[in-house]
């Protein structure tokens, strides 16, 4: 059994903030991963000089 | 490090992104970024523009988490710090707990990053440097000797080679020489810190090298130091590493770097063993010298590679030839 309490309006104000970091950090993580296989793969492919 | 369960003094969700922004050590990221940066445009390696910039942000994201990691091993004495205690943990914003997740969560995905973005020989050597940062420097060396920032400075003077490795898949002479300058850059830059911050590394049981030998060895180490790394700093020059900007720029400031290094040597900078002020760059009276030599570190090094950064960024390089620097000799 847990405890439950209120979260204060402090509180809701910030874990809206932290939950739209991780949000925004997780789109970020995923379109890197994306560019980075995208790149890699022309690179393979040889479509894409080398730098 | 007392206790890893400490959450009790956090006051429950309160944290805002910008109290985990800080546990990364923003300041510390910069340098990283920079000479990483340095490290893989230096290299002869090309490397596509894209997957550069991606793999410096995996560098500076792993130099984050390592920042997060030390600061979760080193709540208690950051709480003990002024210059320290306002830090998220022992400011009670971010539990130690958290901190330890987030740190080990962004090492993991910076690693990652990394081996994708460019290869894995650079991607192990980031995760060598986190490892190097904690366990060797945070956990094993900080507490324990004087010496601690002089080897744990290696931690600090990885990411050019970093850099470097991924834009090569492998290190040369002059990777290793970059490592050298920031390793040999970190004795000075930190003992100036730790002169008119004494009082404060005292308080919290770090053997520091005023704290444990005193003001007047300390800054003699410095001067040495200086010397060392001001030599070492133009040998670039000799090894076709810098240019002739490379070779002024080198010779300037390290020359204006020696300058100070002596001014803090005829200084009592440290001598005092009385409390310091908050502020970073505060000191009291007699103490002038460190700082001045402290903020000018930084900028040394800024300017070092900053001189590589323009020659090679912009295709602007060319070796000095060789006649003219056997001339020199």
Redesign the interface.
């Known amino acids: 059994m847990s405890e439950e309490y209120e979260l204060t309006q402090e509180q809701i104000k910030a874990r809206d903030r932290r939950s739209k970091a991780i949000g925004l950090g997780l789109l970020v993580f995923v379109v890197l991963v994306f560019v980075v296989t995208v790149f890699r793969k022309m690179q393979e492919l040889g479509l894409e000089p080398t730098g | 490090m007392t206790d890893l369960t400490t959450n009790q003094a956090v006051q ?6 910008s109290d ?1 922004v800080a546990l990364l050590k923003p300041r510390v990221m910069s340098l990283v970024v920079f000479t990483a940066l340095v490290g893989l445009v230096a290299a002869p390696g ?7 910039l ?1 793999s410096i ?1 995996a560098i500076a994201l792993g130099g984050g988490a390592a920042g997060a990691l030390n600061m979760w091993f080193d709540a208690d004495i950051d709480a003990k710090m002024q210059r320290t205690c306002r830090r998220p943990i022992p400011a009670g914003r971010i539990g130690r707990n958290d901190a330890l997740a987030f740190g080990l969560f962004l090492s993991f ?1 910076s690693i990652l ?1 990394l081996g ?2 460019a290869n894995y020989f650079a991607a192990l050597f980031l995760a060598f440097t986190i490892f190097f940062y904690v366990v060797i420097y945070s956990m094993g060396l900080k507490r324990r000797t004087p010496q601690n920032i002089v080897i744990g400075g290696a931690a600090g003077a990885f990411p050019p080679m970093i850099g470097w490795a991924a834009a090569t898949g492998s290190f040369d002479a002059n990777a290793v020489l970059l490592f050298s300058i920031i390793f040999l850059w970190t004795p000075p830059h930190f003992w100036a810190l730790a002169l008119y911050k004494r009082s404060d590394y005292a308080a919290a049981g770090i053997p520091m090298m005023p704290v444990v030998k005193g003001a007047a060895s300390t800054r003699l180490q410095i001067l040495v130091y200086a010397i060392l790394v001001t030599v070492l700093g133009i040998v670039p020059v000799f090894t076709g590493l810098g240019g002739a900007l490379y070779a002024a720029v080198s010779v300037l400031s390290g020359g204006l770097f020696l300058f100070l290094a002596v001014r803090v040597v005829l200084s009592r900078a440290g001598d005092d063993p009385g409390p310091g002020q908050a502020e970073l760059y505060q000191v009291k009276k007699g103490d002038k010298a460190a700082r001045d030599l402290f903020a000018f570190s930084i900028m040394y090094l800024f300017i070092l590679f900053g001189a590589l950064l323009v020659e090679h960024g912009t295709g602007s390089h060319s070796p000095l030839p060789i006649a003219f620097l056997q001339g020199l000799i």
């Open positions: 429950p969700g309160i944290a805002l992104p985990y090309a490397m596509h523009p894209v997957l550069a991606i942000f995905v990053l994708a973005a």
